[in-house]
T-cell receptor
Framework: DAGVTQSPTHLIKTRGQQVTLRCSPI?????VSWYQQVLGQGPQFIFQ???????GRGNFPDRFSARQFPNYSSELNVNALLLGDSALYLC????????????FGDGTRLSIL | GQQLNQSPQSMFIQEGEDVSMNCTSS?????WLWYKQDPGEGPVLLIA?????ELTSNGRLTAQFGITRKDSFLNISASIPSDVGIYFC????????????FGTGTRLQVTL
């Protein structure tokens, strides 16, 4: 069975640009969460979506937004990119909304020049 | 953002040795999870713990949910070279959102 898939795997952008990252959850999983992992640290929670609605948001600016589609796939958008946005962006899926183990994709490595 | 404290930060061990690491939090969690992350990959779920005091094994891995609900422990027995990687604990609470709070990570290196 396919795990969580993310695209693209690597991306290079310049300051001020906008980026869209994509995630397909494990088949049957209805919840998708996004995390940012800066080099040398653990992942930090950005968003959770369940049944196409935002269920939680971490401490990130409004430049970060996301959505979930009827097939439960998701996109993360980041506007007005800053150098500090350089990180590994991870998507995780789980069966339900609460208290379910989350399974991660291999992430999108975003580099801002 | 908040990160849980993991110790040790890194460790070098010889193949065949047992490994212990722990994770502490200033707040309570209802669920504790342990993940392993290899370079260039996402975290892979190793063990999930749901009740205070619970002891759960997955092959050579054993993890415990601390009775205070503020800590968790992971043991690896008879380490092998493929155990190399970064181990993260993560706490989870039920509520409106399923937000994992991760630890700072323990980097494990195994020598032959």
């Amino acid at each position: 069975d396919a795990g969580v898939t993310q695209s693209p795997t690597h991306l290079i952008k310049t300051r001020g640009q906008q980026v869209t990252l994509r995630c397909s959850p494990i088949s049957g999983h209805k919840s998708v969460s996004w995390y940012q992992q800066v080099l040398g640290q653990g992942p930090q929670f950005i968003f959770q979506y369940y049944e196409k609605e935002e269920r939680g948001r971490g401490n990130f600016p409004d430049r970060f937004s996301a959505r979930q589609f009827p097939n439960y796939s998701s996109e993360l958008n980041v506007n007005a990119l800053l150098l500090g946005d350089s990180a590994l962006y991870l998507c995780a899926s789980s069966l339900g909304r609460n208290n379910q183990p989350q399974h991660f994709g291999d992430g999108t490595r975003l580099s801002i020049l | 953002g908040q990160q849980l404290n993991q110790s040790p930060q890194s460790m070098f061990i010889q193949e065949g040795e047992d490994v212990s690491m722990n994770c502490t939090s200033s707040s309570i969690f209802n669920t504790w999870l342990w993940y392993k992350q290899d370079p260039g990959e996402g975290p892979v779920l190793l063990i999930a713990l749901y009740k205070a005091g619970e002891l759960t094994s997955n092959g050579r891995l054993t993890a415990q949910f601390g009775i205070t609900r503020k800590d968790s422990f992971l043991n690896i027995s008879a380490s092998i070279p493929s155990d190399v990687g970064i181990y993260f604990c993560a706490g989870l609470n039920t509520g409106t959102a399923s937000k994992l709070t991760f630890g700072t990570g323990t980097r494990l290196q195994v020598t032959l």
